[in-house]
C-alpha cells in the first residue's frame, strides 16, 4: 500500500472521528462553556502529545516553531470565529458557510501560490460543495442564504472558512518541509495557550463536573484532537491539500450517522442526495484529478530531498 493511499484512508478515518464526536460534544456543552471546554480539551491533547512526542522538543528548529506557532494561531482563530458566529447565526448557514474553506483551499492555491488545479479536481470540489448545501441547508433555510439575511455571526462563520482553508494549506507545506511530529505539537500547544489566555475575557465561564463533560474531554481530547491532529498532519504530507479539504466535507455525512444511531436522527431525501454529492465530488477528484500529486506542486518541490540514509527519512518511509 503507497503512502498517498495509507494517508487518505487516515484522513478519512481521521474525518470520521471528527463527525462521531459531534454527539459527544453536543451532550457535554449542556454542563460547560464551549470555549472553557475547547481550551481544557486542547490543553489535554498538547500534554499527550507532548508526553508522545517529547524527544521531538529538544529537536525543534526555527522553521518547525515559526511553521507551528503559525498553524496553532489559524486553528485558534478559526475555532474562535466559528464558535462565537454560532452564537449569532443558525447551525445549518455556520455548517454550510464554514464548509466553503472546500472551494476556498483551490482558489487560495491558485492566487496565493499559483498552483494549477485540475478540472476534474475542481469539478469534484463543486460536487462536493453542493452536496455539503444540500446536506446542512433544509430546503426550509434555503432563502435564509442571501445576501440580505447575512448578519455577524454568518461573517464570523465565514471568516472561520478563510481560515481554515488556509490552516489547511499551511499544514500541508509545514508537514512537507518539516517534521511533522514537531509541527504537530507546537500547532497544538500553541492553539491551547491561546484558548487558556481568551476565555475569561470572551465568555462566561460555567461549569457543572457531570460524567459527560469529563468523558467529552477525554474522548475528544485524545481522538479527535491529539490523535487526528497528528494523522493530519503526518497525511498531508503526501496528499494535495485540494484532496484533503473534500475529505473533511464528509465530516457531517459521519456526524449525521452517528446522531442517526445513537439519536435516530434521521436523514431526508434532500440531505442523502447532499451526502451522495459529496461522496460523488471525493471519488470524481480522487480518481480523475490524480494528475494533482505532491510530485509537482510548487510547496513540495521547494522542499530538498533527504539522503536516503536519513532518520529522519527512513522513520518517515
Same mark, same amino acid.
Given at each position: 500500500?503507497?503512502?498517498?493511499?495509507?494517508?487518505?484512508?487516515?484522513?478519512?478515518?481521521?474525518?470520521?472521528?471528527?463527525?462521531?464526536?459531534?454527539?459527544?460534544?453536543?451532550?457535554?456543552?449542556?454542563?460547560i462553556s464551549?470555549?472553557?471546554f475547547n481550551?481544557?480539551?486542547?490543553?489535554?491533547?498538547?500534554?499527550?502529545?507532548?508526553?508522545?512526542?517529547?524527544?521531538?522538543?529538544?529537536?525543534?528548529?526555527?522553521?518547525?516553531?515559526?511553521?507551528?506557532?503559525?498553524?496553532?494561531?489559524?486553528?485558534?482563530?478559526?475555532?474562535?470565529?466559528?464558535?462565537?458566529?454560532?452564537?449569532?447565526?443558525?447551525?445549518?448557514?455556520?455548517?454550510?458557510?464554514?464548509?466553503?474553506?472546500?472551494?476556498?483551499?483551490?482558489?487560495?492555491?491558485?492566487?496565493?501560490?499559483?498552483?494549477?488545479?485540475?478540472?476534474?479536481?475542481? &469539478?469534484?470540489? @463543486?460536487?462536493? !460543495?453542493?452536496? $455539503?448545501?444540500?446536506?446542512?441547508?433544509?430546503? *426550509?433555510?434555503? %432563502?435564509? +442564504?442571501?445576501?440580505?439575511?447575512?448578519?455577524?455571526?454568518?461573517?464570523?462563520?465565514?471568516?472561520?472558512?478563510?481560515?481554515?482553508?488556509?490552516?489547511?494549506?499551511?499544514?500541508?507545506?509545514?508537514?512537507?518541509?518539516?517534521?511533522?511530529?514537531?509541527?504537530t505539537v507546537?500547532?497544538?500547544?500553541?492553539?491551547?495557550?491561546?484558548?487558556?489566555?481568551?476565555?475569561?475575557?470572551?465568555?462566561?465561564?460555567?461549569?457543572?463536573?457531570?460524567?459527560?463533560?469529563?468523558?467529552?474531554?477525554?474522548?475528544?481530547?485524545?481522538?479527535?484532537?491529539?490523535?487526528?491532529?497528528?494523522?493530519?498532519?503526518?497525511?498531508?504530507?503526501?496528499?494535495?491539500?485540494?484532496?484533503?479539504?473534500?475529505?473533511?466535507?464528509?465530516?457531517?455525512? &459521519?456526524?449525521? @450517522?452517528?446522531? !442517526?444511531?445513537? $439519536?435516530?436522527?434521521?436523514?431526508?431525501?434532500? *440531505?442523502?442526495? %447532499?451526502? +451522495?454529492?459529496?461522496?460523488?465530488?471525493?471519488?470524481?477528484?480522487?480518481?480523475?484529478?490524480?494528475?494533482?500529486?505532491?510530485?509537482?506542486?510548487?510547496?513540495?518541490?521547494?522542499?530538498?530531498?533527504?539522503?536516503?540514509?536519513?532518520?529522519?527519512?527512513?522513520?518517515?518511509?
Amino acid at each position: 500500500m503507497s503512502r498517498s493511499l495509507k494517508a487518505h484512508i487516515l484522513l478519512v478515518l481521521t474525518t470520521v472521528i471528527w463527525g462521531a464526536t459531534f454527539v459527544v460534544i453536543k451532550n457535554a456543552l449542556a454542563d460547560i462553556s464551549p470555549l472553557l471546554f475547547n481550551a481544557i480539551r486542547m490543553s489535554l491533547a498538547a500534554l499527550v502529545l507532548g508526553l508522545v512526542f517529547h524527544r521531538e522538543l529538544p529537536r525543534l528548529t526555527a522553521g518547525s516553531t515559526a511553521s507551528g506557532l503559525l498553524a496553532g494561531s489559524l486553528l485558534f482563530l478559526g475555532n474562535e470565529l466559528q464558535t462565537t458566529g454560532l452564537k449569532y447565526t443558525m447551525p445549518t448557514k455556520s455548517a454550510f458557510l464554514i464548509g466553503m474553506a472546500v472551494v476556498l483551499v483551490p482558489v487560495f492555491l491558485t492566487l496565493f501560490w499559483r498552483r494549477k488545479i485540475n478540472r476534474w479536481s475542481a &469539478f469534484g470540489t @463543486l460536487a462536493a !460543495f453542493l452536496g $455539503l448545501y444540500l446536506l446542512t441547508v433544509p430546503s *426550509a433555510a434555503a %432563502g435564509s +442564504l442571501n445576501l440580505q439575511s447575512i448578519n455577524h455571526g454568518d461573517l464570523l462563520s465565514l471568516g472561520a472558512a478563510v481560515v481554515f482553508a488556509f490552516h489547511i494549506i499551511v499544514l500541508g507545506h509545514a508537514a512537507q518541509a518539516h517534521r511533522w511530529q514537531q509541527i504537530t505539537v507546537v500547532q497544538v500547544a500553541v492553539t491551547a495557550v491561546l484558548m487558556i489566555l481568551t476565555v475569561p475575557l470572551a465568555e462566561k465561564v460555567y461549569v457543572v463536573w457531570s460524567p459527560r463533560v469529563i468523558w467529552g474531554i477525554g474522548i475528544t481530547g485524545f481522538l479527535s484532537l491529539a490523535l487526528a491532529f497528528s494523522v493530519q498532519a503526518w497525511a498531508q504530507q503526501f496528499i494535495p491539500a485540494t484532496h484533503a479539504a473534500l475529505i473533511f466535507t464528509l465530516e457531517p455525512v &459521519f456526524a449525521w @450517522l452517528t446522531s !442517526f444511531t445513537f $439519536l435516530g436522527e434521521r436523514l431526508g431525501v434532500r *440531505a442523502g442526495l %447532499g451526502a +451522495l454529492c459529496i461522496l460523488t465530488g471525493l471519488l470524481i477528484s480522487e480518481e480523475k484529478g490524480s494528475a494533482e500529486s505532491m510530485a509537482v506542486s510548487p510547496d513540495h518541490a521547494a522542499v530538498p530531498a533527504l539522503p536516503r540514509d536519513d532518520p529522519a527519512r527512513i522513520e518517515a518511509e
